[in-house]
């Protein structure tokens, strides 16, 4: 596991945070569609549908983030899967206490609070995976 205080801000890293950057906005599309479809069109509770959305976007990004963002290709899939899984876990449980805040108690329409999960929780995101799901 590498130290937040090992972090170089050069070329490399940026490029990679660019990269993350990317595989997430298509996570979003992914989360925000699945969300959509289970809230809307299947009629499943707001944070069942949230929950569901945001698990189909962690398997695609996951997939995009391993080969493309990170460029791994470590055998230990599945147990870097399990570690990419649980920090992600970690990201819908503050997501969806953000938008219980943010939607049910201060009343922002629920996909603006979605939306401001998302852009807070990704930060978590690249960094505890940065650090700890692909360092080797």
């Not at 649980?86 to 609070?113: P, T």
Request: net charge positive; aromatic share 20%.
């Amino acid at each position: 596991m590498t130290s937040l205080a090992t972090i170089e801000l050069n070329n490399t890293f940026l490029f990679k945070f660019l990269k993350f950057g990317v595989v997430g906005f298509s996570g979003l599309i992914v989360d925000f569609g699945v969300t959509y479809l289970c809230k809307e069109k299947l009629k499943i509770h707001k944070y069942i549908s949230s929950s569901l959305g945001f698990i189909v976007a962690t398997t695609t990004n996951y997939t995009l983030n391993r080969y493309w963002t990170f460029d791994n290709h470590d055998p230990a899939s599945i147990t870097q899967f399990g570690k990419f899984f649980m920090i992600s876990l970690v990201g819908l449980f503050l997501s969806n206490v953000l938008i219980y805040l943010l939607n049910d108690k201060l009343k922002w329409n629920f996909y603006v609070a979605k939306a401001c999960a998302i852009v807070i929780i990704s930060l978590w995101n690249f960094f505890a995976n940065y650090l700890y799901t692909f360092s080797s």
